[in-house]
């Protein structure tokens, strides 16, 4: 059974940082692309950033570039996304995502496997 489990949100004040971690099991990591989507209250999903099976291609959505930082670690089998410069616009449930379609991936259509997600909340 595939598993998504993501970890490291929280209450974060505006300008400051946190780093979330998606472990993943059931599934030959290195095989998939790996995805970061968030979704604030009343808003729909949007994709955030991804990062290829080796970690050699990145993309980000534009609001976070510079920002925010997506890496892997398949020793491990977790994916992370480094935030630092938290806007309360960021607010919101992040999930992870795999896929071994990087374009599906990046859309967030027909994406293989999801997490649950973790709440990151800014406080002004």
């Known amino acids: 059974q595939v598993q998504l489990v993501e970890s ?13 971690s998606c472990a993943a099991s059931g599934l030959t990591f290195s ?27 990145t993309d980000y959505v534009d609001s976070v570039k510079g920002r925010f930082t997506i890496s892997r670690d398949n020793a491990k089998n977790t994916a992370y996304l480094q935030m630092s410069g938290l806007k309360p ?10 896929d071994p379609n990087y374009s599906e991936i990046t859309s967030g259509y027909g994406i293989d496997y999801w997490g649950k997600g973790t709440l990151v909340t800014l406080s002004s």
Not at 12 to 20: I, K, P, Y
């Open 89 to 98: 616009a960021d607010t919101a449930v992040y999930y992870c995502a795999a």
């Open 31 to 57: 095989r998939y692309h790996m995805g970061w989507f968030r979704q604030a209250p009343g808003s729909a999903r949007e994709f955030v950033a991804a990062i290829s099976w080796t970690g050699g291609i």
């Open 8 to 20: 490291g949100g929280g209450v974060v004040q505006a300008g400051g940082s946190l780093t979330l």
